[in-house]
């Protein structure tokens, strides 16, 4: 009767030769029930009995010591937590209990394959690595009854699948006899404990019992150490969750507190200085906030954590900024992190937070800055609001001035209550600016008004101003200079005394002041009344077009002679009228000889007519000597 391949379950199997099928039992010695495969086969007495009980005794010591190890092996396996050491302990002390040369264990992975996972005895790299697909070879004949199996020469057998890839590591290795145990977890294999031999044998049915009965035990720790570290990994994300939670709670009350100091800013009537002061404390680092024109209105550092210097931010990020809307945050030079959220309100742009510091902000730390941008465009519409309504009843009691000479009091009540004296009120300003609507240029003498105790407003589409001043002239030149550099382009200023309460009459010499001063190619410049006053008198505003046509005709041939012969007619003629015709005192000023300017008068006459010193003519001529020198004084003061 040939040799037999047996397993714990009664799955039989035949793989020619070497192998063979017998019913199972529980393990060797009588206690196995009938049968004669234990070493107490027989009924002979005498010499053969005294063998049989010697045998017997040998074979009862070896199943004992085996068990022992088994009992042993067992426990020190129960005591083991990580899968990877539980799979390591198996195949060693699998390879001491049953003997073998070669022991080695592989699980099922996820797509079915049995995967080496340890092994002792073996040789080569590439056998560690091995994987089996499904249903193939040893352990899918194993996997797939959930019994043990054995054949005595591997590479001979055909009564299991067999795998190429496998086949090939098998020489290397020199396996030969092959016996596979099932590792159940309930009714469930999740793998397969190999023994093999390097030379062909078959497996006695108890060493199948023992490394069946161990690979129960090894599934038992594996199954064990599985949901080991499935409650390690539970309680690591457990206490990460609380972690999460923990900070996010931390992160809520933060929050809620920034939210609070915010609201009480704004409730307060708090400024930008407030919203970077609250920053700092809450973020670190450097907070720098920008108006819509994007100068600098506030800055804080913290004292605590000082990671960075207040700076502006870069103009690529302020733009990224504005683009998206949203919090933009890039490294600077100094290897600190400076992050920019815009404020807005609509389409409006009223400036921008940016903090500064070493770390990159959190998303929490975003939403601070992103909220306290949106608190900032409160508070700046707020502000605003409150400024259109105070220029609005400043403009209206400056149209009520200007419109009625008589003063009620309410009006002066009223003016009282800003800071302002109307009977105080002796100078009159107009500031004209193609480059910008009226209403900037308004908004900007009103933001000047109370250092000059003064009311601004638009008066008949025009930017007026009401203040108190010593010197006209130096009020017009410093009005100019703060209007030149608030706007950023050319402006006129003409500032006029006033007398009594005449603020009518005042605006209507100023502004046609203001357009003579245009007319005659003045753009950017302040200057008081007095100079222009005459000018404005005499000439039609409205002609302004006519001046140039006007000084053509009175000195045009003076001019062209003086340029053609390089000779000064138009100074002589200036000069004489400067001096009340006095010849002498002409002369004089001219530094000429009496000849000379005798010589230049006669060519005036030449050139104009011998009636140029008739009254009417020399009116228009003096008039046209004055406008031509006039121009050209402030062409010089413009250069």
Known sequence: MAPTNSGAGGATGHDGPGAGATPPHDGPGPEAGTGHDGPDAGTGTGTDGAAGQGGLLSYRLRRERRLSSLYATARSLAALGEVDEVLSSIVRHAHELIGSDIAYLSLLDADGNLTLRACAGTISAEFSSARMPPGVGLGGRVIGSRAPFWVSNYGESDVVRHNSAFDLLVPNEGLTALLGVPLLVGDRAVGVLFAADRSERPFEQDEVALLSAFADHAAIALNNARLYDESRVSLQRLREAYETIEEQVTSVERAAAVHEALTHVVLTGGGPGDIARLLVEHLGGAVTVLDRDDRVVATRVSEERPAAAAREPARELLEEARRTGRCASAPDGDGAVCSVAVVHAGSSHLGSLSLTRGAAPGSADVRMLERSAQIMGLLILMRDARVEAEERVRGELLVELLSRPSLHPAQRDRALARGVDVDRLDVLVVADCPGKPTGDVVRRLNALSPEWSGLAGEYLGRATMLLRADDTEEAAGALHRRLRRALGVPVLVAAD????????????????????????????????????????????????????????????????????????????????????????????????????????????????????????????LHLAVRLHQLRGALDGADQ
């Open 497 to 620: 005394r006033v007398d009594g309460r005449e603020w009518s009459r005042s605006f209507g010499l100023t502004w046609r002041c203001v357009e003579v001063m245009r007319s005659l190619g003045v753009t950017d410049r302040g200057s008081a009344t007095v100079q222009y006053a005459m000018y404005a008198i005499v000439f039609d505003p409205e002609r302004a077009h006519d001046l140039d046509r006007f000084l053509a005709d009175c000195l045009g041939p003076l001019l062209e002679y003086d340029r053609r012969r390089s000779t000064d007619l138009v100074a002589t003629a200036a000069a004489y009228f400067a001096q009340g015709g006095n010849l002498s005192r002409t002369a004089r000023h001219l530094h000429v000889h009496m000849n000379t300017l005798l010589k230049r008068l006669d060519r005036i006459g030449v050139l104009l007519g011998d009636g140029w010193r008739s009254p009417d003519s020399a009116l228009r």
